[in-house]
């Protein structure tokens, strides 16, 4: 499903017969979930921020969750986790990278 080599993969909010999945705050989810796997583990208050490792996001109209290569070799059992989520429920799953947005030129 997912080669050894990706950094980066993403869940997306899209059926494999292209149908939107529900319900619609399933990425909030699912990353609320993982929000305590984040490196130098759980601390207090850590379960009000997204693990840096599995961010919800939207990217051309569709929610997705970018989960990152590093919580597979960190935390194997949440990866897999995220990665049954998606089998499970039947969702598309691309690897790719995540490239932060320039600011604004002003």
Same mark, same amino acid.
């Not at 109209?61 to 998606?86: G, H, Q, T, Y």
């Given at each position: 499903?997912?080669?050894? *080599?990706?950094?980066?993969? %993403? ?8 149908? *939107? %999945? @529900?319900?619609?705050d399933w990425a909030e989810r699912l990353a609320g979930?993982?929000?305590? %796997? @984040? ?32 919580? @597979? ?7 897999d986790f995220c990665m049954n989520f998606a089998r ?13 947005? @320039?600011?604004?030129?002003?």
């Amino acid at each position: 499903m997912v080669s050894p *080599t990706a950094k980066q993969v %993403f869940i997306q909010g899209v059926t494999k017969d292209g149908r *939107t %999945f @529900r319900p619609s705050d399933w990425a909030e989810r699912l990353a609320g979930v993982m929000s305590s %796997f @984040r490196p130098g583990g759980a601390q207090p208050g850590s379960h009000l921020s997204y693990s840096p490792w599995c961010v919800p996001n939207t990217i051309n109209n569709i929610k997705c969750v970018v989960v990152s290569a590093e919580l @597979r070799e960190v935390e194997p059992m949440a990866w897999d986790f995220c990665m049954n989520f998606a089998r499970d429920n039947g969702l598309q799953v691309a690897e790719a990278c995540l490239i932060p947005e @320039r600011p604004a030129k002003t």
